[in-house]
């Protein structure tokens, strides 16, 4: 098996048994690390017949981390970030702020790497719109799943919601991910056209 599949592995399983080691609440940390572990197993079941590029599994590791995290402390209070972006958003925890900014950044990468290897939209201009579209729309509908579990799990509503009382929470969580988007399709883009021409010379040979 490849060394490097197998140290993505190692590193998921750490951080996920760290994480379900007497995290804040159970309930919540399972709902907030399901989206890791799906994704682990999509990963893990394509690893052979659809390989990603190496940059996309290093985006990946990094948001299941981040998304590990987050179920480990409730995203309200994970250490260290009360000062975190307190010139935006002042008087809460910010953590989910940077889960938002990776739920844009790192599905506009996921998205742009089926898109360009499939070959479905040749136009840069409407490859951008559609993928930047798509990350919107993936994070409108994170917001309406997690408006619909804390309804019917009325004791861990406010951790898996994560408002901290801000009004604009909802709002503010989807124009992060809007930026996070946009941020990696003008930043990585030509690295990632690089490596999805390797890949491909690779399973020509």
Known sequence: MNIYVLLWALIFLLV??????????YFT????????????G??????????L???LYVLILLHCVVLLVGAHY?????????????FVWDGRNNYDKLGHFFQGFVPAMICREI?????????VGWRRFFIISFC???????????????LLSDEAAESFLGTQGYVWDTQSDMFLALIGS????FTLSHWHDRQIQQLNNRSHL
């Open 16 to 25: 996920g048994v760290a994480s379900a080691i007497e995290p804040h609440d």
């Open 29 to 40: 940390w399972f709902l907030e690390s399901l989206p890791a572990l799906i994704g682990a």
């Open 42 to 51: 999509i990963l893990w079941y394509f690893r052979r017949s659809w390989p």
């Open 53 to 55: 590029t190496p940059m």
């Open 74 to 86: 409730t995203y309200a209070l994970v250490p260290y970030f009360d000062q975190f972006m307190t």
């Open 115 to 123: 898109v360009v290897r499939h070959g479905i939209i040749d136009s």
């Open 136 to 150: 919107l729309g993936f994070s409108a509908f994170y917001e309406l799943i997690e408006w619909w579990v804390a």
């Open 182 to 185: 946009v941020v990696a399709l």
